[in-house]
C-alpha cells in the first residue's frame, strides 16, 4: 500500500469534515453510472412435433426437442473473463498453476544460486507460498489492465474505486461479506486514487462525490491478497500525453529500483540508483520547465504476511541505510517523483486505518470502540482498510468509536500525503520476492 514514511506514521484522530483541496478542487460534479455489460443471451426455444389427428380424434403423442441453453460469457462456469472482470480466477486456470512473473537472475557473489541445488530444494518447499502469490498477482494484472482501459474522465472516484474492488473480490471468490472471508482473501487494502499533487494513501469515504478531470494525474494503487500474501501495486493514469515525460520518470525509476534490488543488496544503494534514474528526467508544462524530484520522504517497503508494511524500507534517495535485503524476504518498490518540493506532509482527512495487532491494551472510554475493534479483528485482522468497508458491513455512527481507537493506538491512520498544491505527482510500484534461487517480479505485465 502506497507510501511509508520516514519515521514511521504518526496516528491521527478522525475528521469528518472533507478537504476539498486535497483533490485540487474538483469536489463537485455528477456520479456517473458504471457501464452495464451484456454477457450474452440465453433464449430457449421449443420444437415440437406431432403427428396429424387422426379421424377419430386420437393423435400421435407430442415429442419436445430442447435446443442446449447458450452458456454466459460470465458467472461461475466461464472459461474466459468478462468485462468488467468478474469470473473467478481460478475458472481460467484449473490446473490451480498459475502464471510466474518475471523472473531475474541474481547478480555477482549470488550467481551460484540459479544452479544451486540446495537453494532450488527450498524454493521447492515453498511451492504454495509462490502458488498464492502468483494467482494474487494474476486477479491484480487482470483487474488493473481493465482498469486503465475503462477508467475515464467524468467518473467519480467512487465508482472507480468500487469497480476495482468488485473486481477483486469476484476474482478471488471472496466478496467479504462473512465474518473472517475477507482474510482468507481478496482485498490487500483499500484502493489508493490520489489526485495531482496528493500523492498516496487517498480513498474516498462516504459521501465523495469528486470527479476525475481531463488534466488530471491519477495514482491507482490497490492490493490483492491469498491467504494473507499481499501483491502491492500500483501505476498512475493520465488522458493528456503532456505528462508522459513525468510517468516516464517514475517507471524508469521503479524499474530501476527493481533491477537493483536482492539479496544481501543494501537499502541505501538502492536508493541512490532510483535517485540517479528518476532525477535525470524533466516536464515542460504552459511554457515552463520543472525538473522530476523524488520524494525523499516516501519509501517501499517489506511486506510480511497479513500486513502490509513490514520492518524495512527502501529509500528512493541517497542515503547511508546499510540495511540489506535477504533471502526470502518480499519487497513492495515504489517510487514517487514530483514536479514540485519533492517533500510530502499529513493532510487532513483520513480514509485509511489499520490494526496494530502489537499494540498495549488500554482502558476504551467509548464503548462502541469495543465493538468496533472486534468487528475490525474478524473481518479484517491487521489488513488495511477502510470508511467504506465499514459501511459496507452494515456498521453505523461508528467515528466516535473509530476515533477513540485511533487516540488510543489500537488502529493506525495513515493520512493522505500531499505535496505543494498545484504541483504533479506520479506513482509506479511491484512487488518483488526474493526467491531462493531468482528474483521474481510476481505483479509484472505486459502492461508495465
Known amino acids: 500500500m502506497a507510501a511509508k514514511l ?4 504518526e496516528k491521527l484522530a478522525v475528521e469528518e469534515e472533507k478537504s476539498s483541496s486535497i483533490v485540487n478542487g474538483h469536489a463537485n460534479g455528477t456520479k456517473v453510472g458504471a457501464e452495464e455489460v451484456d454477457h450474452g443471451d440465453s433464449d430457449e426455444e421449443d420444437e415440437k412435433e406431432g403427428a396429424p389427428m387422426t379421424g377419430d380424434g386420437e393423435g400421435a403423442k407430442k415429442k419436445k426437442k430442447k435446443r442446449n441453453k447458450k452458456k454466459k460469457k460470465g458467472g461461475n462456469n466461464a472459461t474466459v473473463q468478462s468485462s468488467p472482470p468478474r469470473v473467478l480466477i481460478s475458472n481460467l486456470f484449473p490446473s490451480g498453476e498459475y502464471p510466474e512473473g518475471e523472473l531475474q537472475e541474481y547478480r555477482n557473489e549470488n550467481t551460484f544460486r540459479t544452479t544451486s541445488e540446495e537453494k532450488r530444494h527450498l524454493d521447492r518447499a515453498k511451492s504454495d507460498w509462490l502458488n498464492d502469490y502468483r494467482k494474487a498477482a494474476e486477479v491484480h494484472r487482470q483487474v488493473r489492465q481493465h482498469a486503465q482501459k475503462w477508467i475515464q474522465p467524468g467518473m467519480s472516484l467512487t465508482e472507480i474505486a468500487e469497480n476495482i474492488e468488485d473486481g477483486t473480490r469476484a476474482l478471488t471468490g471472496h466478496p467479504g461479506l462473512e465474518e473472517g472471508d475477507n482474510i482468507k482473501g481478496g482485498v490487500g487494502f483499500p484502493t489508493g486514487l490520489s489526485l495531482n499533487h496528493c500523492a498516496a494513501h487517498y480513498t474516498p469515504n462516504a459521501g465523495n462525490t469528486t470527479v476525475v478531470q481531463q488534466g488530471d494525474v491519477l495514482k491507482v494503487d490497490f492490493g490483492v491478497h491469498i491467504n494473507g500474501w499481499i501483491v502491492d501495486s500500483a501505476y498512475t493514469h493520465t488522458f493528456d500525453p503532456v505528462y508522459d515525460p513525468l510517468l516516464n520518470a517514475v517507471k524508469d525509476a521503479t524499474n530501476t529500483g527493481v533491477r537493483e534490488a ?3 543488496v543494501r537499502v541505501g544503494d538502492i536508493g541512490a540508483a532510483i535517485q540517479e534514474a528518476m532525477e535525470s528526467y524533466e516536464l515542460e508544462l ?6 522530476v524530484k523524488a520524494i525523499r520522504n516516501l519509501n517501499g517497503h517489506d511486506i510480511v504476511k497479513g500486513s502490509i508494511h513490514g520492518g524495512k524500507s527502501v529509500p ?5 541505510d546499510n540495511t540489506k535485503m535477504e533471502e526470502g524476504e518480499v519487497f513492495a518498490i515504489e517510487t514517487f517523483g514530483s514536479t514540485g518540493k519533492g517533500l510530502v506532509r499529513d493532510h487532513t482527512e483520513v480514509s485509511h486505518y489499520s490494526w496494530d495487532s502489537e499494540a498495549s ?4 472510554r467509548v464503548s462502541s470502540a469495543k465493538t468496533l475493534l472486534n468487528v475490525i479483528k474478524k473481518n ?3 489488513l488495511p482498510f477502510c470508511r467504506r468497508y465499514l459501511d459496507r458491513l452494515g456498521q453505523d455512527k461508528y467515528l466516535l468509536g473509530l476515533n477513540n481507537l485511533v487516540s488510543s493506538g489500537m488502529l493506525r491512520a495513515y493520512p493522505p500525503l500531499v505535496d505543494q498544491k498545484g504541483c504533479y505527482t506520479a506513482q509506479f510500484e511491484h512487488t518483488i520476492l526474493l526467491r531462493p534461487t531468482v528474483k521474481e517480479v510476481i505483479s509484472r ?3 508495465f
Do not use: A, R, Y
Open 286 to 291: 504552459g511554457g515552463k520547465t520543472f525538473p
Open 361 to 364: 491494551q488500554v482502558s476504551l
Open 380 to 382: 479484517f485482522g491487521t
Open 316 to 320: 528512493i534517495v541517497k542515503t547511508h
Open 262 to 264: 536482492g539479496i544481501d
Open 445 to 447: 505485465g505486459d502492461d
Open 6 to 9: 520516514n519515521g514511521g506514521m
